[in-house]
């Protein structure tokens, strides 16, 4: 079974430019249903996620 720990101590780094993730910037993008995010750096501004969130009415 994988674990998941949280640490506090260390500061992720962004995949595309290796710097320090001491913040993560996002835009919400427009969509017919529900909301959509996209995360990204705040230094090199490539994408690192996209995230849909439901409405209630959606399950």
Do not use: D, N
Request: with cysteine.
């Amino acid at each position: 079974m994988t674990q998941l720990i949280e640490k506090e101590e260390i500061t992720p780094l962004c995949p595309h430019c290796s710097s320090p993730l001491q913040e993560i910037w996002f835009r919400k993008l427009r969509a017919f249903l529900g909301r959509r995010y996209v995360y990204f750096c705040p230094k090199c501004r490539k994408t690192l996620g996209v995230s849909h969130r439901k409405g209630f009415w959606m399950g």
